[in-house]
T-cell receptor, first 114, second 115 residues
Framework: KQEVTQIPAALSVPEGENLVLNCSFT??????LQWFRQDPGKGLTSLLL?????REQTSGRLNASLDKSSGRSTLYIAASQPGDSATYLC?????????????FGTGTLLAVQP | SAVISQKPSRDICQRGTSLTIQCQVD?????MFWYRQQPGQSLTLIAT?????????ESGFVIDKFPISRPNLTFSTLTVSNMSPEDSSIYLC????????????FGQGTRLTVV
């Protein structure tokens, strides 16, 4: 059974810092991994999608890496801003079964202090 | 990307009643899903909405409690039936353009409180 864990559960940093969020998964048989952000009480915004054959993806100040063999992904946020404050979720798309569904992690609540 | 409109954005309902949530996408998509996010927790898949046929439910979710319709490739509804306070959650619609494990997009969610 695929399990997805995110560490830390919560993180508070001063504005301008570079930071790393971690995501680990137990089964390396995945199609892809996707990072999302969620503002309080709202839906999810897709940030980055990494296919299983890729090592990393970049979008603006965000960089996500994937090491499938070790079951790990990291989301690097450069020069953090107060507007980055949100919950960050990773999700892996497992192989097999009738639907290759997404399995979500527990999330990291990020607060960037001005 | 995909623009997803979900209605209502929030509601407060009496126990024993039902609420229907609508999900409208700006273009045709192959896959549509409904998720639940209970307070302080991550997302759990309720079901896959299939066009023209019955939805495919995940373990722990049943059609009598969460009937789903999908009349075409751009629209789906989820009904939360005979509600109890335990149904208080955020309900989210998600879409994917194809079945080939593409990027998932989400609506803004419906925040449901049952009193």
């Amino acid at each position: 059974k695929q399990e997805v864990t995110q560490i830390p559960a919560a993180l508070s940093v001063p504005e301008g810092e570079n930071l790393v969020l971690n995501c680990s998964f137990t089964d390396s048989a995945i199609y892809n991994l996707q990072w999302f952000r969620q503002d309080p009480g709202k839906g999810l915004t897709s940030l980055l999608l990494i296919q299983s054959s890729q090592r990393e993806q970049t979008s603006g100040r965000l960089n996500a890496s994937l090491d499938k063999s070790s079951g790990r992904s990291t989301l690097y946020i450069a020069a953090s801003q107060p507007g980055d404050s949100a919950t960050y979720l990773c999700a892996v798309r497992r192989r097999g079964g009738a639907t290759n569904k997404l399995i979500f992690g527990t999330g990291t609540l990020l607060a960037v202090q001005p | 990307s995909a623009v997803i409109s979900q209605k209502p954005s929030r509601d407060i309902c009496q126990r024993g009643t039902s609420l229907t949530i609508q999900c409208q996408v700006d273009s045709q998509v192959t896959m549509m899903f409904w998720y639940r996010q209970q307070p302080g927790q991550s997302l759990t898949l309720i079901a896959t909405a299939n066009q023209g046929s019955e939805a495919t439910y995940e373990s722990g979710f049943v059609i009598d409690k969460f009937p789903i319709s999908r009349p075409n490739l751009t629209f789906s509804t989820l009904t939360v039936s005979n509600m109890s306070p335990e149904d208080s959650s955020i309900y989210l619609c998600s879409v994917e353009r194809t079945v080939m494990n593409t990027e998932a997009f989400f609506g803004q969610g419906t925040r449901l409180t049952v009193v």
